[in-house]
Structure formats: structure tokens, C-alpha cells
């Protein structure tokens, strides 16, 4: 069975930082393709990050957000640096087998229950 937990959101001011991570059972970060995406109220839910045989971002976060997993504790984290208040979302941890990665969410299956990232003016 597949968890994907998040942690790490918060409400912070324009300009601080946050660490998100998702704690992984039942898939393996190492060898399993591993991303990020958001979702803003009354917004479709986008990608923001992903990790496989190399990273890629959108174009927004592009410079100030990282990707980064820890194989041995089968986690994978999202730095975001120099938040705006356009970052506010629910961000979701996602996981898809092998090592290719999609940028639409449908080419996901596996998700956590998201976690809440506020950023105020």
C-alpha cells in the first residue's frame, strides 16, 4: 500500500522560506519518480517540481524552489525560497513508477493528502 505524507506548510510572508517534505511507503524515491504540484482554490492543480533521473520546474518556481530527495530516509523535499503570495496553494506530494516524468497531473497515481502553504504581503 502506497502513503505519501506531507509536512512543512505553513504561513509565511513574501520572501521567506519553507521546506516541504513527503515521507514515502510503498514506493521507493530512489527508483520511482517523485513531484510536486499545487493547487490554488478555483485553479486546476499544477506541476511545481519532479525528481527522476534528473529535476525539472515550472517555469514560475524556476531559481527559487529545489527538489531534493533522501534515499535512505525515502523522502523527498521541496525548498521554496523567496516565496510570492502567487505560491499560495495546497501542495501535493506525487509518485509515478519508473523513472520519467510527466508535468500533468494525470500521469500521477499515487498522492498524499497535501499540505497548506500560505503566503501573506
Known amino acids: 500500500q502506497v502513503h505519501l505524507v506531507e509536512s512543512g506548510g505553513g504561513l509565511v510572508q513574501a520572501g521567506d522560506s519553507l521546506r516541504l517534505s513527503c515521507a514515502a511507503s510503498?514506493?521507493?524515491?530512489?527508483?520511482?519518480?517523485m513531484g510536486w504540484f499545487r493547487q490554488a482554490p478555483g485553479k486546476e492543480r499544477e506541476f511545481v517540481a519532479a525528481i527522476a533521473w534528473t529535476t525539472n520546474y515550472a517555469d514560475s518556481v524556476k531559481g527559487r524552489f529545489t527538489i531534493s530527495r533522501d534515499n535512505a530516509k525515502n523522502t523527498v523535499f521541496l525548498q521554496m525560497n523567496s516565496l510570492k503570495p502567487e505560491d499560495t496553494a495546497v501542495y501535493y506530494c506525487a509518485s509515478r513508477t519508473g523513472m520519467v516524468v510527466s508535468t500533468s497531473y494525470l500521469g500521477w497515481p499515487y498522492w498524499g493528502q497535501g499540505t497548506q502553504v500560505t503566503v501573506s504581503t
Open positions: 510503498g514506493r521507493t524515491v530512489s527508483s520511482d519518480a
